[in-house]
T-cell receptor, first 115, second 108 residues
Framework: DAGVIQSPRHEVTEMGQEVTLRCKPI?????LFWYRQTMMRGLELLIY????????DSGMPEDRFSAKMPNASFSTLKIQPSEPRDSAVYFC?????????????FGQGTRLTVV | GEDVEQSLFLSVREGDSSVINCTYT??????LYWYKQEPGAGLQLLTY?????DMKQDQRLTVLLNKKDKHLSLRIADTQTGDSAIYFC????????FGKGNQVVVIP
């Protein structure tokens, strides 16, 4: 398996534009997570899905952020409109059901810069 | 929600031992984890410990868990330059709560 695949790796956009980040989880993993990493706040959980259903979106900062998982192999995180303070590295992670050795695998992240 | 605290920075000489500490608030998690993030990469699971254990050793890594004090530590023996990274502790069963990470810099 190629692991969790995120695209794009880097995104530079102007304030006000819509940004869509994409994630392909590992096949067979029931859980998918979206995280945001910044120097100030560290790693924050934005939202997670179980079997394509959003379970907890309390970490989504504002209504400008939305996430979907239309099927088991694809998820998107959309920011509309984007703002400079959204600049961060966004990680997608997936894991199978269970705990302990059912580790969460992370993608390489999308570095978003909003100018 | 879960609150996970870590110290932010550690420098250590190559060959010495490193100890990274983490405290947490929620003691109901079954497992506690240590993740490593190298520059420009995502997080990778280093090791984990079951909540009813006090210690787990995995080659150069030793995890200590003090449930009474809600304190988790990671010791890296014979630290190498390749150990330079950010280390995150994480708590949780389905949803993981991460600390802000501890940057370890290994000085040759």
């Amino acid at each position: 398996d190629a692991g969790v695949i995120q695209s794009p790796r880097h995104e530079v956009t102007e304030m006000g534009q819509e940004v869509t980040l994409r994630c392909k989880p590992i096949s067979g993993h029931d859980y998918l997570f979206w995280y945001r990493q910044t120097m100030m706040r560290g790693l924050e959980l934005l939202i997670y899905f179980n079997n394509n259903v959003p379970i907890d979106d309390s970490g989504m900062p504002e209504d400008r952020f939305s996430a979907k998982m239309p099927n088991a192999s694809f998820s998107t995180l959309k920011i509309q409109p984007s703002e400079p303070r959204d600049s961060a590295v966004y990680f997608c992670a997936s894991r199978p059901s269970g705990t302990g050795d059912s580790e969460a695998f992370f993608g390489q992240g999308t570095r978003l810069t909003v100018v | 929600g879960e609150d996970v605290e870590q110290s932010l920075f550690l420098s250590v000489r190559e060959g010495d031992s490193s100890v990274i500490n983490c405290t947490y608030t929620d003691s109901s998690s079954t497992y506690l984890y240590w993740y490593k993030q190298e520059p420009g990469a995502g997080l990778q699971l280093l090791t984990y410990i079951f909540s009813n254990m006090d210690m787990k050793q995995d080659q150069r890594l030793t995890v200590l868990l003090n449930k009474k004090d809600k304190h988790l530590s990671l010791r890296i023996a014979d630290t190498q330059t390749g150990d330079s990274a950010i280390y995150f502790c994480a708590i949780g069963d389905n949803r993981l709560a991460f600390g802000k990470g501890n940057q370890v810099v290994v000085i040759p």
